[in-house]
């Protein structure tokens, strides 16, 4: 709990709302004595978006084009986030489109991440090219229970189903995220035109 003068407070409102956002408290004081509370409200329904917004950027290295995929309709259903869009729910919010922001902010939508997208988190976060406030073991976890996101393991299944992939897709990462979206009927959530070209359901992230 941080105490803060009512002066400064109105200096410093849209860093305190930030800083709210992300799960700190604030008691605001008038000469020494505690007048209010102010603390983070969870909208019973919906999950909150960007808790850690200016704490790190999505590195270009994961912005693979600026070209659109194709989308289908956006009826219930289960949700695989990649790489880059899990990064952005967490600290750049802004770069969903509002369809895709409404989306994923609803309970209803049932939002999976890939043990292959906590590997690549891994590998390129000891390699220097993506930074987080935390290191990746503590980070994503409580990243992933903050945004009510399920674990989706790799199985055999999704393992040997990128033998059914063509060569059109060679990273690794997104030849795994696309077997598991074809094997388990999910909806692939990714800003990535690349995936179009498989027969698979996609959110545009950007929509």
């Not at 990714?190 to 498989?198: E, M, N, R, S, V």
Request: glycine share 6%; hydrophobic share 40%; net charge neutral.
């Amino acid at each position: 709990m941080r105490h803060i003068g009512i002066s400064e407070a109105k200096a410093r409102l849209s860093e305190i709302a930030l800083r709210i956002a992300t799960g700190e408290e604030y008691t605001i004081t008038n000469q020494g004595a505690p007048i209010m509370k102010l603390t983070r409200v969870d909208i019973p329904g919906r999950r909150h978006l960007g808790s850690d917004v200016g704490a790190f950027a999505v590195p270009d290295l994961l912005r693979r084009s600026d070209r659109m995929g194709s989308t289908s309709g956006v009826d219930s259903m289960k949700y695989l986030v990649d790489t880059r869009v899990f990064l952005w729910m967490q600290a750049e919010p802004d770069k969903l489109g509002p369809r895709t922001a409404e989306i994923l902010s609803q309970d209803s939508s049932e939002l999976y991440l890939s043990a292959a997208s906590a590997w690549e988190i891994a590998i390129k976060h000891r390699l220097g090219r993506v930074v987080l406030p935390h290191k990746p073991a503590r980070y994503v976890p409580q990243r992933m229970a903050a945004s009510r996101i399920l674990h989706l393991p790799i199985d055999a299944s999704h393992a040997l189903g990128v033998c059914e992939l063509d060569d059109h897709l060679s990273d690794p990462v997104d030849r795994l995220l696309v077997s598991q979206a074809r094997a388990d009927r999910m909806r692939l959530v990714t800003a990535d035109p690349i995936f179009g070209d498989y027969d698979i359901e996609e959110l545009d992230a950007r929509t």
